[in-house]
């Protein structure tokens, strides 16, 4: 496209060459096209590559690139393009452009991490089925993780080295949170509120230390926090697989925003759980701004 408007530019100037005003004036309309159809239309300034994944309507590679840091001049009639487009091809889940650099707001999945407690030693597979979603984890994923867990929950890998739980971090894209139960608690009771849900939903002393050490300090100090326990929608979004399959599983993830003042919520009351046999343990949260 670029090319075509310079050859543009040049028959103009040789056909024009005898009315130079009249050559400025199609020039400027010429450039002003140029910018409604690159930036307007397709939403991106620039970077050809990317206006053609987009015209062949590549649109999660797009995103996908905006998120790991690409950065794309767009002005507001081509955001608002960009947007339409994206919601109109079902993407309205992973639209949260910001206006001053194009990228997806970052809402990832942090510190998802899984205890084993088989009830003897086991060679255990655990697998997640979009791995593409996961930015950082330890011991590496890997094409999977092949652990060898102890009833007391110790894991050792091939190499002999023992874990106490594995650990990944979660982009997030396409999970959708569910605010429409919850909780809102004070800052300053926040310890106490998590000591409390985690006994309930049967989370051991240690489990519920991590969690609470993990994610007291970014808490405690706000005036009130919005809370919600997420279940089946986490669920359906993560895809956790592990081999043998354990007879019983919890999952613990909090969604969460800090809040100046108090919101009315209706309280939510966590479906109940019962540890037995082989018993896997998870917990994660996402804060959302």
């Known amino acids: 496209m670029s090319l075509l408007f310079i050859a543009l530019f040049v ?14 004036r199609v020039c400027a309309t010429v450039v002003l096209l140029y910018v409604v159809l690159m930036t307007g239309y397709f939403g991106f300034d620039g970077d050809e590559d990317r206006l053609v994944a987009w015209e ?42 910001v206006l001053d650099g194009g990228r997806l707001d970052k809402n990832v999945i942090t510190k998802p991490i899984l205890y084993l407690y088989p009830e003897e030693q086991t060679d255990t597979t655990v697998s997640i089925k979009d791995a593409g979603h996961i930015v950082s984890s330890y011991p590496a994923y890997g094409d999977g993780w092949q652990v060898s867990a102890a009833p007391d929950g110790t894991l050792t890998d091939k190499n002999g080295r023992e874990y106490n739980y594995l650990f990944w971090e979660d982009d997030g894209i396409g999970f ?21 849900q985690l006994a309930y939903m049967r989370l051991t002393d240690k489990e519920a230390c991590d969690f609470i050490s993990f994610w007291l300090p970014q808490m405690e100090g706000n005036p009130y926090n919005v809370i919600s326990f997420q279940f089946d929608n986490y669920e359906a979004y993560e895809g956790l697989q592990i081999s043998p399959e354990p007879d019983s599983i919890q999952k613990v993830i909090m969604a969460w925003k800090p809040s100046d003042k108090f919101v009315t919520i209706k309280e939510q009351i966590a479906p109940g759980f019962e540890r037995y046999g082989f018993t896997a343990v998870e917990w994660g949260g996402v804060k959302y701004e």
């Open 11 to 24: 028959w103009m100037a040789v056909s024009f060459k005898r009315s130079r005003a009249l050559f400025y």
């Open 56 to 97: 062949n309507e590549e649109y999660e590679n797009c995103l996908l690139d905006i998120y790991n840091g690409d950065e794309f001049s767009i002005t507001p009639w081509g955001f608002l393009g960009a947007q339409a487009r994206m919601l109109d091809a079902g993407f309205e889940n992973i639209v949260r452009f």
């Open 176 to 196: 959708d949170a569910d605010f429409s139960e919850g909780f809102c608690i004070k800052g300053s009771d926040t310890a106490a509120f998590l000591e409390e």
